[in-house]
């Protein structure tokens, strides 16, 4: 989904009155990450951001339980014996591993959620997929907040498992930043294609949650495999390499 840095600011400064900011910081570390302005194996340090955070009023104190935060979620790396913390480097080998990680978490979390679905929880994945649905209609691309909320991680709650929660949580938030660097049809070259990816993916969402509404877990567990292995970075980055080719007949 595209937006500009002035669109991104201004959401989050419409959402400031509402944010706290460590929260708006969290964002501010997010975007720029998403603009491209943290690379992968950088070295981050609070000094540094304090003048690049779109919203100037963020000071070091929340900036510091940002970094906090996302090292705890995952995102950002602690190394011993080094100041400051680290983006980490992305590889295809390191992406062909977390898809077979991700893609066995993500069918068991289909599979429990069939079993274990109530009301409660099908109004909380539709909600999800709403939210998906409107970021796409405003062309805005997700903030750190809008990730957890999103379908994966909250089809990934509904299921009973705090430990299944926060391991789909870490390697959403992973392959968010896989997306933001390989994914190259979301460059502004190719918006319309990225949008028509965005918009199919998001109508497998309710197709999938079709299947778990039916409470059938089978069903639900391999249309969600489908859903992964179609996605442009397993079609582009993953599905032809000797790494993957190695590793799948084992699945």
Request: proline residues 4%; aromatic residues 10%; charged residues 25%.
């Given at each position: 989904m595209e937006t500009n840095a002035a669109g991104h600011a201004d959401r989050a400064e419409s959402a400031g009155s509402k944010s706290t900011a460590l929260e708006l910081a969290i964002d501010g570390i997010f975007e720029l990450i998403q603009r491209r302005e943290i690379l992968p194996g950088s070295r981050l340090f609070e000094t540094d951001l304090e003048e690049r955070l779109s919203v100037k009023s963020i000071s070091r104190t929340p900036i510091r339980q940002a970094f906090d935060q996302l090292a705890a979620d995952g995102v950002l790396e602690r190394r011993p014996g080094q100041k400051g913390?680290?983006?980490?480097?992305?590889?295809?080998?390191?992406?062909?591993?977390?898809?077979?990680?991700?893609?066995?978490?993500?069918?068991?979390?289909?599979?429990?959620?069939?079993?274990?679905?109530?009301?409660?929880?099908?109004?909380?994945?539709?909600?999800?997929?709403?939210?998906e649905d409107k970021l796409y209609e405003q062309r805005?691309?997700?903030?750190?907040?809008?990730?957890?909320?999103s379908f994966h991680v909250t089809l990934a709650s509904v299921g009973g498992s705090p430990y299944l929660e926060k391991a789909v949580k870490e390697i959403y938030l992973r392959f968010a930043f896989y997306e933001f660097f390989y994914g190259s049809y979301r460059t502004q070259k190719h918006q319309e294609e990225a949008r028509s990816v965005e918009y199919r993916m998001i109508r497998e969402h309710d197709v999938i949650l079709d299947a778990i509404e039916k409470g059938d877990p089978t069903v639900a567990a391999t249309l969600l495999k489908e859903h992964l292995r179609a996605s442009p970075l397993f079609v582009d980055h993953v599905r032809d390499t000797q790494t993957w080719r190695e590793i799948e007949p084992a699945l």
């Open positions: 913390f680290f983006f980490p480097r992305l590889s295809t080998d390191d992406l062909c591993y977390a898809y077979l990680h991700r893609e066995q978490l993500e069918m068991t979390s289909a599979r429990l959620a069939a079993i274990t679905m109530t009301p409660e929880a099908r109004v909380r994945v539709r909600a999800a997929i709403e939210h805005v691309v997700e903030t750190y907040r809008d990730v957890h909320s």
